[in-house]
């Protein structure tokens, strides 16, 4: 009898065993917990005599019906309360509790099913709690044919662990919740952040030149339709083609750039269009091409003009009917992308040299925005000058007020051939040199102090160099003052005799320096009464 009892009592153990290897793949093979939740009501019905099974989970301060097996379509709507019932009181305690015979227990409030009348025998009920970090989260409630010999105190360990494995999958499914929230708030974050850093506002200039840009953008932002994107290098397209992009109905979908010089010529038409499994050695497996990444929203192909003459036939026919193929395949693949194309070449002289299709230039050339060099806009270069300062102070942590006049003065004499993105490295180098909190002539690069880019270069000798650098301190002294020479004196720590002696010199006029108050005052007439 004793080896029997052994026997069957290892049998039982291993059914368990292989039951909780299959429940444990039942809840991990899916995100969806309810659906998991039903698996596990299923499992336990084959292999371990379950008639019925409910899994009931915390929500709102009521316990909430998550999956049912044996009970009708009623049972999914049931709610309890905590404290309320069996299960209510199970989860009040978070500990289990057994009803050897249903028939006897007038604690059981039946509301999912009528249990004698459904099962036409005598039942065993046993419910135990769900505990996700020592609180009880909801219960698995199961009817048992009863047995008299069953051993409950086994049933409800076996049970126990059960729920502990639907725990840890609601724990998963919280987690995954939580950071998909927390990756859709970063998105909608991200979003609107891109969307303030490419707000009209934040292209910066009143010049002429960049009032009419501001005009065509706001002009074709809202709409569909492409635009060619024609200027120097460093002059800031790709800024201009963000700001259209988000500033569009298409904000909200993706924004793909291609560097159409940076793609080596081979490479190029699968990286625009894709390839299918096997085109091309090392084609593992089928890749989507940008204009596909861009479904919905806008590719800005940068240096359009790089582009080969074959890949040309293919993006005319993008452009035109919104299809292509992609490498290797047959399959048409269509796309709703708008296409935003930037150039710093002459593209007529490509034409007239046959690198560039003019059906191509006629497609693109529906909207074209002129990007102004900033030699053509230097009514700009003090506001982008005071906005990269400001930028670059905080990037690398210093305090640095502002750039002195003869600074500014270099600034605005030099030729730009490098346009906003050479005087964005020109001030930030500057403000890594700088030890103060002005940035003056010698922090600038030697280009802007020699003339060195336009070929007008000057012997300087020594003692030119340091009157240079002196007159440039007592001139940014005489402005912090307002022009009050006894106070430059002492903020360079020198005496006013001394002070008046090298303005002379210099030929420095200190009048220039004060407020236009203290000019009024100077020249009203003395006070009679």
């Not at 600074?407 to 020109?426: C, F, K, Q, T």
Request: proline letters at 3%.
């Amino acid at each position: 009898m004793r080896a029997a009892a052994d026997t069957a009592a290892a049998a039982r153990d291993a059914r368990r065993l292989s039951t909780l290897l299959e429940l444990s793949q039942a809840l991990s093979g899916t995100l969806n917990l309810k659906t998991g939740l039903q698996r596990v009501l299923g499992i336990l019905v084959r292999h371990h005599g379950i008639v019925r099974g409910m899994i009931t989970l915390l929500r709102d301060g009521e316990l909430h019906v998550e999956a049912a097996e044996g009970f009708d379509d009623r049972a999914r709507t049931v709610r309890y309360r905590i404290g309320e019932g069996i299960t209510g009181k199970v989860v009040e305690s978070g500990k289990p509790i057994v009803v050897p015979r249903v028939s006897r227990e007038p604690g059981l409030l039946n509301r999912a099913a009528r249990r004698g009348e459904a099962a036409r025998q005598e039942l065993s009920f046993v419910c135990v709690p769900i505990m996700l970090q020592r609180t009880a989260v909801g219960a698995l409630a199961v009817d048992l044919r009863f047995k008299p010999e069953r051993d409950f105190d086994s049933s409800v360990q076996f049970f126990g662990i059960v729920g502990s494995m639907i725990a840890q999958a609601l724990n998963v499914q919280r987690q995954v919740e939580e950071e998909r929230r927390r990756l859709l708030d970063e998105n909608t974050h991200l979003r609107q952040e891109l969307k303030e850093r490419y707000d009209f506002s934040n292209i910066i200039g009143t010049s002429g030149p960049t009032r009419q840009m501001y005009e065509q953008v706001a002009q074709v932002a809202k709409t569909n339709t492409t635009v060619l994107i024609r200027g120097e290098s460093g002059t800031g397209k790709e800024l201009i083609a963000h700001a259209i992009h988000y500033n569009s109905l298409r904000a909200k979908k993706p924004f793909v750039k291609v560097s159409c010089a940076a793609l080596p010529e081979t490479l190029i038409e699968s990286e625009l269009f894709g390839y299918e499994k096997g085109a091309f050695t090392g084609a593992a497996a089928r890749k989507k091409g940008r204009f596909e990444l861009a479904e919905g929203g806008t590719i800005l192909l940068d240096e359009i003009g790089d582009i080969n003459l074959g890949t040309q036939v293919k993006l005319l026919r993008v452009l035109q009917e919104r299809e292509f193929e992609r490498l290797g395949g047959t399959d048409t693949v269509r796309v709703n992308v708008r296409v935003i194309a930037a150039t710093n070449k002459n593209m007529e002289k490509a034409i007239a040299e046959g690198t560039l299709r003019e059906d191509l230039y006629y497609r693109l050339n529906v909207f074209t925005i002129f990007v102004p060099p900033l030699r053509d806009r230097k009514a700009d270069l003090v506001l982008l000058a005071d906005h990269f300062l400001e930028k670059f102070s905080r990037e690398h942590g210093k305090v640095i007020k502002r750039i002195s006049t003869p600074a500014i003065d270099m600034l605005m004499s030099y030729h730009w051939p490098g346009n906003v993105r050479e005087l964005e490295n020109v001030i930030e180098r500057a403000i890594l040199v700088c030890d103060g909190a002005v940035i003056h002539g010698h922090h600038l690069p030697p280009s802007l102090q020699t003339a060195d880019a336009s070929g007008t270069v000057t012997r300087v000798s020594l003692k030119e160099a340091v009157a240079a650098y002196e007159r440039d301190l007592i001139q940014d002294a005489l402005k912090t003052t307002r022009g009050n020479r006894a106070k430059a004196a002492r903020l360079l720590d020198t005496t006013e005799r001394i002070l008046n002696y090298k303005v002379r010199g210099y030929g420095i006029d200190s009048r220039r320096f004060r407020s236009p108050d203290l000019g009024r005052r100077a020249a009203a007439p003395p006070d009679e009464s």
